[in-house]
C-alpha cells in the first residue's frame, strides 16, 4: 500500500490556511479584540483539526517508533504494533568491521553505526552494495560506497552495510551475494536492534543492477530501494516491475553525462521508468527519478535527496 502521509501534509496545510482566515475574520469581520481572538482561536483550534481529520481520506502510517527520526513525518499510532525488532544487544556503534561464516568460508562486511544508537530503540538498515571496477577492488569500492552514507546515516540515525562482492572482477554473483546477505542480517540482528521493518537497499552500477533484482524479487521483505545507474536490463529483466508482490518504492539516480557505449545508461534509466510507471509505480510518491550534472558516479547529494523522500516508508506500505 501507498504511503498515504504526503495526503496527511496537504491535509495540514489546508487547516493552517483555515486557522489564518479563522483569525482575520474574527478581528476584521466581527470586531473582537485580539485577546478574545485568541482565546476563540485556541478552542476551535483543536476541533477543526479533528474534523479535517475525521472527513479526509488519510490512513495512519504503521507504528513503528523510528519514523520519529522521519523529517516531516505525521506519526499516528494504530492499534497494532508493527515494528519488528531484532532485539540484538551490545553492538559497538562507529565504522565497524565484521566477519561472518557464509558459504562455506568467512565473509567480511563493513557498517557503520551512528553514535546515537541505543539497543532500547530499533533502528533502520541501508544495505549497500558497491560498483565493479576490477579485481581486488570489492573491499575499497564497498568501505568507498558506506563512507558514502555515513553523514546522512550519523544525521538521521540509521545504519550502513556495505557487502563486497565476490566475483572475480569486483562485481556481483547474484544468487552467492543474497546467500551471503541474508547470512550477514542474521549476524547484525544478533548484536544490534534492527527495525525488521525498515530494510532499505542502495546500489551503484553493477551493484544497483543487481539491486533491482533483489528488491523487486523480495518486495514484501524491503521498505523501498535506491539505484545510482542500475538499469532492469543488466539483471533484474523488463518484466521484473510486473512480477511483484508489493510495489516496492524506488528512486532512481543517473548522471546526465553517463551515456557513453552501447549501453547509454541515461537513456536505459529514462525508459525504466516508463516500464515502471505501467507496472504501477507512481512518480513523486512510489517513484523518483533524479538526473544529476555528473557522469558515471554516484552524486554527492544523493544519500540526503534520496532519504528525504524514502524515510517514511516501511515493508507494510
Known amino acids: 500500500m501507498v504511503v498515504y502521509y504526503l495526503k496527511v501534509l ?8 483555515r486557522q489564518s482566515r479563522l483569525e482575520k475574520d474574527c478581528m476584521s469581520r466581527y470586531g ?27 490512513y495512519a502510517l504503521p507504528n513503528i517508533p523510528s519514523f520519529m527520526d522521519c523529517e516531516d513525518i505525521i506519526f499516528n499510532a494504530g492499534f ?71 553523514s546522512t546515516a550519523e544525521e538521521h540515525n540509521f545504519i550502513v552495510m556495505a557487502q563486497v562482492a565476490t566475483g572475480g572482477s569486483g562485481g556481483w554473483i547474484p544468487g552467492t551475494a543474497f546467500s551471503i546477505l541474508s547470512d550477514i542480517l542474521d549476524d547484525m540482528y544478533l ?10 537497499g542502495h ?12 528488491m523487486l524479487n523480495n518486495s514484501t521483505d524491503f521498505a523501498d530501494y535506491i539505484v545510482s545507474a542500475g538499469v532492469l536490463e543488466a539483471h533484474a529483466g523488463l518484466s521484473a516491475p510486473t512480477n511483484v508482490s508489493r510495489v516496492v518504492p524506488v528512486f532512481a539516480s543517473i548522471g546526465l553525462s553517463d551515456i557513453f557505449g552501447q549501453n547509454n545508461l541515461l537513456n536505459l534509466t529514462q525508459s525504466n521508468h516508463i516500464v515502471f510507471n505501467n507496472a504501477g509505480w507512481v512518480d513523486d510518491k512510489t517513484y523518483w527519478i533524479d538526473e544529476f550534472v555528473g557522469g558515471h558516479v554516484i552524486d554527492a ?9 524514502l524515510c517514511p516508508f516501511s515493508k507494510w506500505q
Not at 35 to 54: E, G, R
Not at 191 to 200: G, H, L, P, S, W
Not at 301 to 309: R, T
Request: glycine share 8%; proline share 5%.
Open 10 to 17: 496537504e491535509m495540514l496545510r489546508d487547516w493552517k490556511k
Open 32 to 58: 473582537l479584540g485580539n485577546s478574545l481572538c485568541f482565546v476563540i482561536h485556541a478552542l476551535v483550534k483543536p476541533i477543526l483539526f479533528l474534523a479535517i481529520i475525521s472527513f479526509s481520506p488519510c
Open 80 to 150: 497494532q504494533n508493527d515494528s519488528q525488532p531484532s532485539n540484538g544487544t551490545s553492538g559497538a556503534t562507529g565504522y565497524q568491521t565484521r566477519v561472518v561464516f557464509s558459504n562455506s568460508q568467512n565473509r567480511t562486511y563493513y557498517v557503520y553505526v551512528p553514535s546515537t544508537y541505543n539497543d532500547a530503540k530499533p533502528i533502520p538498515i541501508m544495505i549497500v552494495y558497491h560498483g565493479a571496477s576490477g579485481a581486488g577492488t570489492a573491499s575499497i569500492n564497498a568501505q568507498y560506497i558506506r563512507s558514502i552514507w555515513q
Open 191 to 200: 548484536d544490534y536492534n534492527i527495525e525488521k521493518a525498515r530494510i532499505y
Open 203 to 214: 546500489g551503484f552500477s553493477a551493484g544497483g543492477h543487481v539491486m533491482h533484482t533483489l
Open 301 to 309: 547529494q544523493l544519500p540526503q535527496k534520496s532519504w528525504a523522500k
